[in-house]
């Protein structure tokens, strides 16, 4: 099949999908109840999946493969921006009713700014070719500092930008509705709303620089490369009420995910003379994030036991 209607089938059924989970699905205020959330996180996943079945019969085993190790690598990356919105949310107060509201704009902004990172990337590499080694350099130092840093929380007062923005541009001391800026006395002013809005896109950027050159030590193909991260993202607001209620439990995901950071920053550093297979990068990739995600239940679950015995010592003691 001819690669311009590859991307027509790609296009009709992101715009499709989407359109129904913008305007159908989420025209409601408040929290996505749990069942409609874990409904949406299956109907993703499964039109994500199903799309690399749909490379794999049109591109061949290889391009599926790398579709599916793309499309695992920046879902996972996509867990860790479900951390920074509920920070941000927390630290702003947002209102439920607005959460859904900035979700939206957090999906298309990661969306965009992965878009353009990603045809800037593969230009930077198809014209200087040894930028992989810098790629791969920047993918192991941020893969240390993330591992480094599982334990610290985000701190949006230390966002410089959003000072800059405080600085020059009013904004008002409570909530108004779902309005970005509103008028006082004549004056035109930003609301917390706005704030949020401007700090959840800035972490979107951020993650954009990091995720991109992983997934580029994956393929620089753009057509897999976009369309696997846009069906890893598409989901992220419905995974966001999913998840957003137990983030305190995956102590070891973002250990996890510095060590899938730096085994891609390997991967770049040494493709000049080390081949290695689409197949032992999923295994790896894949390997990790489960690795990282059962040993935070078990050990949650064991400091809750314990937990609940000191302060019932007639409850069963932890495995």
């Given at each position: 099949?001819?690669?311009?209607?590859?991307?027509?089938?790609?296009?009709?059924?992101?715009?499709?999908?989407?359109?129904?989970?913008?305007?159908?699905?989420?025209?409601?205020?408040?929290?996505?109840?749990?069942?409609?959330?874990?409904?949406?996180?299956?109907?993703?996943?499964?039109?994500?999946?199903?799309?690399?079945?749909?490379?794999?019969a049109?591109?061949?085993?290889?391009?599926?493969?790398?579709?599916?190790?793309?499309?695992?690598?920046?879902?996972?990356?996509?867990?860790?921006?479900?951390?920074?919105f509920?920070?941000?949310f927390?630290?702003f107060?947002?209102?439920?009713?607005?959460?859904?509201q900035?979700?939206?704009?957090?999906?298309?902004?990661?969306?965009?700014?992965?878009?353009?990172?990603?045809v800037?990337?593969?230009?930077?590499?198809?014209?200087?070719?040894?930028?992989?080694?810098?790629?791969?350099?920047?993918?192991?130092?941020?893969?240390?500092?993330?591992?480094?840093s599982?334990?610290?929380?985000?701190?949006?007062e230390?966002?410089?930008?959003?000072?800059?923005?405080?600085?020059?541009?009013?904004?008002?001391?409570?909530?108004?509705?779902?309005?970005?800026?509103?008028?006082?006395?004549?004056?035109?002013?930003a609301?917390?709303?706005?704030?949020?809005?401007?700090?959840?896109?800035?972490?979107?950027?951020?993650?954009?620089?990091?995720?991109?050159?992983?997934?580029?030590?994956?393929?620089t193909?753009?057509?897999v490369?976009?369309?696997?991260?846009?069906?890893?993202?598409?989901?992220?607001?419905?995974?966001?009420?999913?998840?957003?209620?137990?983030?305190?439990?995956?102590i070891?995901?973002?250990?996890?995910?510095?060590?899938?950071?730096?085994?891609?920053?390997?991967?770049?550093?040494?493709?000049?003379?080390?081949?290695?297979?689409?197949?032992?990068?999923?295994?790896?990739?894949?390997?990790i994030?489960?690795?990282?995600?059962?040993?935070?239940l078990v050990?949650?679950?064991?400091?809750?036991?314990?937990?609940?015995?000191?302060?019932?010592?007639?409850?069963?003691?932890?495995?």
């Open positions: 099949m001819p690669d311009p209607l590859l991307w027509a089938v790609f296009a009709a059924v992101i715009l499709v999908f989407l359109a129904i989970d913008l305007f159908f699905v989420h025209r409601s205020h408040g929290p996505m109840p749990m069942r409609t959330a874990l409904v949406w996180v299956a109907v993703w996943i499964s039109l994500g999946l199903g799309f690399g079945v749909f490379v794999w049109t591109r061949g085993a290889v391009s599926a493969g790398e579709y599916l190790a793309g499309y695992l690598l920046e879902y996972s990356l996509s867990v860790d921006n479900i951390f920074v509920a920070m941000l927390s630290y107060a947002v209102p439920m009713a607005n959460q859904r900035l979700l939206v704009w957090g999906v298309l902004g990661a969306i965009l700014f992965r878009a353009i990172f990603i800037g990337g593969i230009a930077l590499i198809h014209a200087f070719e040894p930028i992989v080694y810098v790629f791969g350099a920047l993918l192991i130092v941020t893969g240390i500092k993330m591992a480094r599982a334990d610290e929380d985000f701190d949006p230390a966002n410089r930008i959003l000072r800059l923005v405080r600085r020059f541009l009013p904004v008002t001391e409570k909530y108004e509705g779902d309005k970005f800026f509103v008028r006082r006395a004549g004056r035109r002013m609301t917390p709303l706005f704030a949020a809005l401007i700090t959840i896109e800035l972490s979107d950027i951020m993650f954009a620089i990091d995720s991109v050159p992983a997934i580029l030590a994956v393929t193909d753009p057509f490369v976009l369309t696997s991260n846009a069906f890893a993202i598409l989901g992220l607001r419905s995974l966001y009420f999913v998840l957003a209620g137990m983030l305190d439990r995956f070891y995901l973002r250990v996890g995910l510095g060590a899938i950071l730096i085994f891609a920053g390997l991967k770049m550093l040494t493709s000049g003379f080390i081949d290695i297979p689409i197949a032992i990068s999923l295994a790896v990739i894949g390997g994030l489960v690795v990282s995600l059962v040993a935070s050990v949650t679950r064991r400091s809750t036991a314990r937990e609940d015995v000191a302060q019932d010592p007639a409850a069963p003691p932890p495995d």
